[in-house]
Structures are given as structure tokens and as C-alpha cells.
């Protein structure tokens, strides 16, 4: 087993990732690292708002 493996991303959290690279100014995809970028970003941002429900 190489150790590779897939996320598969709901919709929404798809067009969570691309409203980030969007509020960033980054048209279309963007660059693999920009990519990256959002997820985390995407990704910190629903863990603070899921610990600001509670």
C-alpha cells in the first residue's frame, strides 16, 4: 500500500473551498498550493464555527 489516499468532499464544502479561493482573488481553480490554501482555510473556518454553536 503506497499511503496515498482520497478525501471526497461533500458540495458544499466544495463550494466553501472555492468561495475562499474567490474572497481571495484567485479566478478559476487556481494553483495546486492555492488549492491547499482554501481547504485548510475552509476547513479552520468550520471548526470555529462549529465551536461557536456550542
Known amino acids: ?11 458544499g464544502r466544495k463550494q466553501h473551498e ?3 479561493l474567490q474572497s481571495f482573488g ?6 495546486p498550493e492555492q488549492r491547499e490554501a482554501a481547504e485548510i482555510i475552509a476547513a ?3 471548526e ?4 461557536g454553536r456550542r
Not at 1 to 11: D, T
Not at 26 to 31: A, E, F, I, L, P
Open 1 to 11: 500500500m503506497n499511503g496515498a489516499s482520497v478525501i471526497i468532499k461533500s458540495e
Open 18 to 20: 472555492a468561495y475562499v
Open 26 to 31: 484567485v479566478k478559476g481553480r487556481g494553483t
Open 44 to 46: 479552520r473556518t468550520r
Open 48 to 51: 470555529v464555527v462549529k465551536e
